[in-house]
């Protein structure tokens, strides 16, 4: 019996692309990189940690990245946390899990203050039990992070579904031993991984329906 729901923030609570993008390409402008970036690059800086991000999506030296996660950070907690919104029928959805009985968590990469700040902003904290994000020293795998989250709970990783839109998603809930949900409408996963034997989420209200489903349809 699925007992809790744990989202992650980008890609499947809210689309943040809006700020995260526009931060990101102003911390490398501020590092002197003048090149253009397709959104397809853009879309790689959503889902690992911070560090991570950098060099994937913009191929970063070691040497830059400390200053590179200085600027983002500063910029970002300025004014990119503002360039979000929740996903259509997000709200909805939160409410009526939480009218199902379940029990609410974000287990998310984004560092933990920003987390809580942005669920504030978007009018939804009120809705969670528990927020955990990473670390400044990024040091907090995401089975890590959903595991701080599950001890809040205090729920067993069988009785809890982990919700989000990339492999570092579904990495983390099997580290920690929780059921996994994709969703195709974020940044990672797309409507084809359904395939390969995951339960996927084409939209937020999608969600719901499928836990109702793992609990044989008693909630």
Same mark, same amino acid.
């Given at each position: 019996? &699925?007992k809790?729901?744990?989202?992650?923030?980008?890609?499947?609570?809210?689309?943040?692309?809006?700020?995260i993008?526009?931060?990101?390409?102003?911390? &490398?402008?501020?590092?002197?990189?003048?090149?253009?970036?397709?959104?397809?690059?853009?879309?790689?800086?959503?889902?690992?940690?911070?560090?991570?991000? @950098?060099?994937?999506?913009?191929?970063?030296?070691?040497?830059?990245?400390?200053?590179?996660l200085?600027?983002?950070?500063?910029?970002?907690?300025?004014?990119?946390?503002f360039?979000?919104?929740?996903?259509?029928g997000?709200?909805?959805?939160?409410?009526?899990?939480?009218?199902?009985?379940?029990?609410?968590?974000?287990?998310?990469?984004?560092?933990?203050?920003?987390?809580?700040?942005?669920?504030?902003?978007?009018?939804?904290?009120?809705? @969670?039990?528990?927020?955990?994000?990473?670390?400044?020293?990024?040091?907090?795998?995401?089975?890590?992070i959903?595991?701080?989250?599950?001890?809040?709970?205090?729920?067993?990783?069988?009785?809890? &579904? *982990?919700?989000?839109?990339?492999?570092?998603?579904?990495?983390?809930?099997?580290?920690?031993?929780?059921?996994?949900?994709?969703?195709?409408?974020?940044?990672? @996963?797309?409507?084809?991984?359904?395939?390969n034997?995951?339960? *996927?989420?084409?939209?937020?209200?999608?969600? &719901?329906?499928?836990?109702?489903?793992?609990?044989?349809?008693?909630?």
């Amino acid at each position: 019996m &699925v007992k809790a729901a744990l989202f992650d923030f980008d890609g499947t609570l809210a689309d943040s692309s809006e700020g995260i993008f526009r931060t990101a390409l102003l911390t &490398v402008r501020k590092l002197g990189i003048t090149r253009e970036y397709s959104d397809e690059e853009l879309r790689r800086f959503v889902g690992p940690p911070l560090r991570d991000c @950098f060099r994937i999506a913009f191929s970063l030296d070691e040497e830059y990245l400390d200053d590179a996660l200085r600027i983002y950070r500063e910029e970002y907690d300025r004014s990119g946390r503002f360039g979000m919104h929740l996903y259509p029928g997000m709200k909805e959805t939160l409410e009526d899990l939480k009218a199902m009985g379940l029990r609410l968590g974000v287990a998310s990469y984004k560092n933990e203050h920003l987390v809580k700040a942005c669920l504030e902003y978007l009018g939804v904290a009120g809705l @969670f039990d528990s927020a955990h994000g990473s670390s400044l020293e990024e040091d907090l795998t995401k089975g890590d992070i959903i595991r701080m989250t599950l001890a809040d709970l205090a729920a067993e990783g069988d009785e809890v &579904v *982990m919700i989000g839109d990339t492999q570092a998603d579904q990495k983390g809930a099997d580290e920690a031993g929780t059921l996994f949900v994709g969703v195709s409408y974020g940044f990672g @996963f797309q409507h084809r991984d359904a395939e390969n034997g995951i339960l *996927m989420a084409s939209s937020p209200s999608g969600i &719901v329906g499928i836990i109702r489903n793992m609990n044989g349809g008693m909630i």
